[in-house]
């Protein structure tokens, strides 16, 4: 359905993509990943040409849309792009931000518009909403909203642009709901995302961006479980890995727990999950260990996933005199480390400056 | 951590939002020693807590030490994570919850 | 509430400019008689050492002023109608004044004095252009007054205008349009009683003289009013053949400008205000101010001409300049990089220019340079200077609100497949309005108050309607204060219209049922 030749997308400063081509078939539901600057975002804005492309060539359907000769609108009708800030129209309310596209542009009328439009609003959950204009709306509303106006076009392609990475936490799930569900019907989708869980879980197919183009592709289980390629490699462990080094007692509480934050949600760990892990570290390395470090210290902490178990391993290796912290007199912060972990163990071990072992584990 | 206080006569009514730990719990202690002097009836509001650690635990403890002189405190609208947290360490003995 | 402090303001300086007009009245009559007469005039003019003398500005009374009283402090004025409303305050003790000038005001203020000042006199002619047609004019008009001074016509005539009694017939104005050759002439109509309004039509010695000029030599009079620096700067263009205006003959203007030989050399005194006992009551002095300014002699007609001037300037410079700054803005929004590039550089170099340059001088260059030969209506070119400089704020307007709108939503537009025209008019620009609107009334109203400067460059707008009513009744505030009245009137329409039109532009004003017209829900 859509063929890409030897794309090449140049800026002054940076060529994001050097030499990209891939072929993307009807059905097909692509996660596309990788570190920032990578370029992700500006393939598939290639695709809808708002990005215009320095050279190479690019064919949807038949069409070559990168000649200059090409009916753009037209062919932009046909695809549909939500954008990572939403862009609703702010002068008209939801229904109208719906209607307005298809009254304009496929010459619908307007009694046509509304009922396929209150249809559409409907299948995401917001018909109630449809007066409302969108400063009156929540992000997660917002959004749904948008990727309603983009399928009352009808479009044969789908691009998602980041479409959850501004929202809050709470409300990510309400929008990846709607996205899995037009995957379900089988719509051709293209997701920029973060999300690694979701990137997994949704897509047929797996594109990780990186040296200025589809560095690999593959089905979620070989990109996620398998990368064959160095640098696929790396990105997925550091995804799945969390690791942090403290090395006083003055260090940044407030953004480790953050991170903590980041890593549980980047890998679909329940927010229960995620608070036990900050309660094991917290009760046992601040509120236990810490005070008994004397002088110069090195505490680290790694936190691993692992899908087939879904549990998280978090293992804290502390420099010093032998210490078990499971023998410390702090019933208080014990009894809540136990109740939050599955199993936690101690053992001194011999790893450069680090002494101390604890390993937790937890569902 | 927002710390939403109501003062109603003798009545102090504490309604804590987001995370009581390592960090924040110094502030609710700082608040506590400012305005409980007086107070009859403490009570605390947990609706919008999402994390509680021992050193939150330890700042409920000492309030209710206070209390336990100059009148009552209760502590409601507790979720099930929180809890459960009262329940292992036995905090629910020491706590009036509702 | 707006609208009640808006009535109370307006309430409230109408009062305070009835105060200083019950200052002076005519129904006194002052016992010593009509004239100061004084016999040595080194002893009542000593009183003046030290007194405040008003000239007006760069006047050679300016200069005789420092001259005869060394000592005095000098107060310099825009015109005779502010000095004599000056000397009724008692902001100035005196001021030098022609004989002509001062029995014309005389005639309804006896509480003028004057001290006769020998030895100083003011020699008044018309002006030609500094030309081959001026030199003939002037030939022709010396020889003309030669005439009638010889068979006393001219005295005749000086007395009937320049006398103590106030004419009341006008000048029986002949119908010279047979005539072939034309006579451009620039009548100044503030500068009684050499040329003024009498029941709305020229009168005045200048005025009938000229007449009878143009009958004998065989002219037909075109005639333009024209403020005298209007008239004066006209005349080297060969836009007008003779100004007349009761100007002074000096050697300074003979540089720029042919004068005739002086029909009259008139004395120079200083005039005087002495306050008399009886004041009229306060009503009543309102009554004859609000009579003399709009009743008397029809001069509300003089009003109603000078607004329909004003609001015909104001509209067409409103949306001319509209058309023009949104034409421009949507070429520089051109998909054809060059066009949009040159036409950004263009406009930013233009904007500068104009921002830099006072409307007054943008019109005046107008005027007297860039249609200075050619024939043009004052108010034409009134409305090509206001044009180009609200042509300007609209660019400048249009461009700051369209960047406003978050580009978020036209890339949103691009991709649901809207052409850029579309998206502009569709998405973008309804947008960008809503905070257009309220700087766009801003500057039409400040563009009505800028109007007011048109005087200067020969149109008779409300505010120099305004200013020939004071020079003829020798009232200064009360035209004033019933015009800066209308303005306001005239502003605070027009901002509560394009009010009224944003709460309608809005689009959460609309009503659900009339967005969804026509649609069964």
Redesign the interface.
Known sequence: MIRISHLKKEYPNATPLKDVNVEINKGDVISIIGPSGTGKSTLIRCINRLETPTSGEIWVDGKCITDKKCDLNKVRQKMGMVFQSFNLFNHMNVIENIMAAPMDLLKKSKQQAYDDGMKLLRTVGLADKAFNYPDELSGGQKQRVAIARTLAMEPEIILFDEPTSALDPTMVGEVQAVIKDLAAKGLTMMIVTHEMRFAKEIANRVFYMDEGGIYEDGTPEQIFDNPQKEKTARFIKRIKVFESTVMSKDFDFIGFNTSLEEFGRRSGISQKAIYRMQSVFEELCVQIVMPELTGDFVLNVTAEYSQENDSVCVQMKFSGKHFNPMESDNILSLRLAQNAADSIEYSQCDDGEYTNLITAKIK | MNINKITNGNELAIALEG?L???TAPRLEAELNQSIGGVEKLVFDFASL??L???G??VLLSAQKIMNKQGKMTVKNVNE?IM??FE???FCDVLTIE | MKRFFALLFSALILLLSLCSCSGGSESSVSENGEKNLVSDFEESLESFDNATLGVIVGSIYDGYSRELFPNAKIDAYQSFPDLFQCIKQGKVDGFLLDTPNYNAARRTDKNLSYISIPGYSVEIGYAFGKNENGSNLKSQMDEFLGALRADGTLDAIWDEWCGEVEPTENIEIPDLSANEKELKIAFDSSRKPFVYMLNNQYAGFEVEVLYMFCEKYGYNPKIEDAQWTAGVAGLKEGKYDVVSCGIYITEERKESVNFCEPYMIADIIMVTYENSAEKAGFFASVKESFEKTFIREDRWKLIAEGVLVTLIISFFSVLGGTVFGFAFYMLSRSKYKAISQITKKIAKIYSVIISGTPTLVVLMILFYIVFGKSDINGITVAVIGFVLTFGSFVYGQLDMTVENVDKGQTEAAYALGYSRNKTFFRIVLPQALKMFIPAYTGEIVGLIKATSIVGYIAVNDLTRMGDIIRSNTYEAFFPLISVAVIYFALTWGVAGIFGIARKKIDPKNRKNKNILKGVAR
């Open positions: 995370r730990d390592t960090a999402e994390y650690s021992s050193a635990l330890r994570t459960e947290i292992v360490t036995g």
